[in-house]
């Protein structure tokens, strides 16, 4: 239950927080050279980062941070789509609530860059599998155990 208390620390957030929790934590996860990350209208988190594979292959991403109760909408799939350029490998979406079906199969459309989701769910996954912790001051992550890295 400790991880669903996180994910209430992570949507109680305000935008500043939660935009330093998202630079954090898809830091964590590995992307590297992440810029210009704002703040949208819509409190939605954006930015982009890269993912370096070896010396040779790297996957451009495009990211959206939303903290969200219950259902994220369709449109925000359109959303992530239209600030994607063509240096755009990929998307990913992080959220504190749950994706549609339809926004499922929209992420995943033939001909179209993929988006990976991240909801609620793999959210707590990954907190676990990491030993990660927020900072309810910062927003930040931190790992609890020091010697196991992400």
């Keep these: 239950m400790i991880y669903n208390s996180q994910i209430e620390i992570i949507s109680g957030l305000s ?17 590297t050279n992440i810029n210009a990350v704002l703040i949208r209208e819509n409190g939605v988190i954006t930015g982009k980062g890269t993912i370096n594979l070896g010396i040779v292959m790297s996957y451009h991403f495009v990211f959206f941070g939303k903290q ?8 925000i799939i359109q959303e992530i789509r239209e600030i994607m350029d063509k240096e755009t490998d990929k998307g990913l979406v992080l959220t504190t609530g749950y994706f549609t079906r339809e926004a499922k199969r929209q992420a995943k459309i033939k001909g179209k860059p993929p988006i990976d989701l991240i909801d609620r769910s793999n959210l707590i996954e990954r907190l676990k599998k990491y030993n990660l912790r927020i900072s309810i001051d ?8 020091k010697e196991k890295k992400p």
């Design 138 to 145: 910062t927003g930040e992550v931190f790992l609890t155990d």
């Design 15 to 31: 935008k500043t927080q939660f935009k330093s929790f998202c630079s954090t934590f898809f830091h964590l996860l590995g992307l």
């Design 68 to 75: 969200h109760v219950g259902a994220v909408p369709d449109n």
